[in-house]
Structures are given as C-alpha cells and as structure tokens.
C-alpha cells in the first residue's frame, strides 16, 4: 500500500503538495469514488483518475526549459496566457514544472514527471541553490550588498542571500547588474530583497537551479537533462 498523493507524484501528475491539492478539491477519485486526504491504495489494483484521465507511471523525464519573459509558470491558465508546458508541446510524456518563476522572469526552469525528485529539490531542507541575475535600478553599493547577505525583514519573515556580487563591467547610467544565490524559494523572494534595499528589479533571469543551466539555449527552447545531470540532482537531495 502506497499514500494517494505520493503515488500521484510518481506518476508525474504534479508535485507532492500539488497533489495533496487536487485531492482536497475532489478532483481526484479510486474506483470511481472521490479520494481522500492520507487515503492509501494498492498500485496496479485501485484504478486512480485525476479529472477523469486515469493516472499511470510514465518513464521518468527531466528536462530543463530556458523560460520566456510571458509565460506563466502552470499546467493550464484560465485566462488564455502562454504557459511552460505550452513551450513543450509534443511531448509524449506528461511533465510538470519544478516550482515557478513569475510571469515576467526568464531563465532556467526544470519540468518533469519525477514527484519525488521535485518535491525534494523544493524543500528548505535540502538547501538547493537557485543563482539569479536582476538588473536593478540605481546603483548599489558595497554596504546594500553586506545587507542583502546579512539579512533583511520581509513581510514573511527575514531573509537573505547566500551571495551577492555586483557585476560592474554591465553597470549603465540607470541600473546595477546583480548575480544572487538563494536557496529559499519563497514567492517573488529576489524581487523583494531587492526592494527591501531600496532597488527595484527592472529584469530577472534565472541562471541556474541546483547546478543546471539553460546554456547555448534560445528563450522558450529546452533540452533532456543527461544521466550525469539527473544523478547529480538525486545525489543532492539524498536519493543516491
């Protein structure tokens, strides 16, 4: 016997959590009836569906997209915008995002079917880096960038980077070039940081997410991460 939502996410049909949500909203149901929270089932016995399509075990799939600026990072939108999964399409394996970047940030994004992979590389626990580049207006001095490391007090609680450096051959008449490491995943954490010192994002890019990177690819254009890539991935997070 195996807990709902974990057999979900093995399926590739969202994260952990995410998964935990569709079943709270009912849209998930074993043998015809709507599961439960914490319910268990027997894989290859109990027939489970996710709005009516029935959830099997896909082979894994890892792939690294570099995001556009527009896209919005979800499955489906209700509003008719461009989704990641929309610069995806054809692919026979259904894929989720690996957490999400805001509408207007570029940049790397990993998707894939691997549940526990992916809920793993979003826990706190596991301390994953996420390295950004913000082009921020003003510019920055070295005492803003010991308290971007230090800490600041956001409406959620204090936060800091890892590392900040300021990358002064891009420094224009208006803006700073920022590189940031996180490893919270906080919503819009870098954005505001950022304006917590009193410098507003004017662009953000991510560049790398745990060690990958969308290198030599063109916005919107993604690639297979290779087995060096996926066991290198798996190895940070504990799962050999």
Same mark, same amino acid.
């Given at each position: 016997?195996?807990?709902?939502?974990?057999? %979900?996410?093995?399926? @590739?049909?969202?994260?952990?959590?995410?998964?935990?949500?569709? =079943?709270?909203?009912?849209?998930?149901?074993?043998? #015809?009836?709507?599961? %439960?929270?914490?319910?268990? =089932?027997?894989?290859?016995? /109990?027939?489970?569906?996710?709005?009516?399509?029935?959830?099997?075990?896909?082979?894994?799939?890892?792939?690294? %997209?570099?995001?556009?600026?527009?896209?919005?990072?979800?499955?489906? /939108?209700?509003?008719?915008?461009?989704?990641?999964?929309?610069?995806?399409?054809? %692919?026979?394996?259904?894929?989720?995002?690996?957490?999400?970047?805001?509408? /207007?940030?570029? @940049?790397?994004?990993? $998707?894939?079917?691997?549940?526990?992979?992916?809920?793993?590389?979003?826990?706190?626990?596991?301390?994953? /880096?996420? =390295?950004?580049?913000?082009?921020?207006?003003?510019?920055?001095?070295?005492?803003?960038?010991?308290?971007?490391?230090?800490?600041?007090?956001?409406? !959620? #609680?204090?936060?800091?980077?890892?590392?900040?450096?300021? !990358?002064?051959?891009?420094?224009? &008449?208006?803006?700073?070039?920022?590189?940031?490491?996180?490893?919270?995943?906080?919503?819009?954490?870098?954005?505001?940081?950022?304006?917590?010192? #009193?410098?507003?994002?004017?662009?953000?890019?991510?560049? &790398?997410?745990?060690? =990958?990177?969308?290198?030599?690819?063109?916005? @919107?254009?993604?690639?297979?991460? &290779?087995?060096?890539?996926?066991?290198? $991935?798996?190895?940070?997070?504990?799962? #050999?």
């Amino acid at each position: 016997m195996v807990r709902l939502q974990r057999y %979900l996410a093995e399926c @590739g049909v969202a994260s952990r959590r995410a998964c935990e949500a569709l =079943i709270a909203e009912g849209r998930v149901t074993v043998n #015809g009836a709507t599961a %439960l929270i914490g319910q268990s =089932i027997e894989p290859g016995r /109990d027939e489970v569906r996710v709005d009516g399509q029935l959830a099997g075990v896909d082979d894994k799939v890892y792939i690294v %997209l570099n995001k556009p600026a527009g896209t919005v990072t979800t499955a489906k /939108d209700t509003h008719g915008r461009d989704t990641v999964l929309d610069c995806v399409q054809g %692919l026979p394996e259904r894929v989720f995002p690996v957490g999400r970047l805001d509408q /207007d940030t570029e @940049g790397v994004l990993l $998707l894939t079917n691997d549940g526990e992979l992916a809920n793993r590389l979003l826990h706190p626990r596991y301390g994953v /880096d996420k =390295i950004y580049l913000a082009r921020v207006w003003g510019h920055v001095k070295p005492a803003t960038l010991h308290r971007l490391v230090e800490g600041v007090e956001l409406e !959620d #609680g204090p936060a800091a980077a890892i590392a900040v450096e300021m !990358d002064e051959s891009r420094r224009d &008449s208006a803006t700073t070039y920022l590189q940031l490491t996180l490893r919270e995943g906080r919503k819009r954490e870098v954005k505001r940081l950022c304006e917590a010192v #009193g410098h507003r994002v004017r662009r953000l890019r991510r560049l &790398s997410f745990a060690g =990958i990177t969308a290198n030599g690819l063109r916005p @919107g254009q993604w690639r297979y991460l &290779s087995g060096v890539e996926v066991r290198m $991935l798996r190895h940070k997070v504990g799962l #050999g």
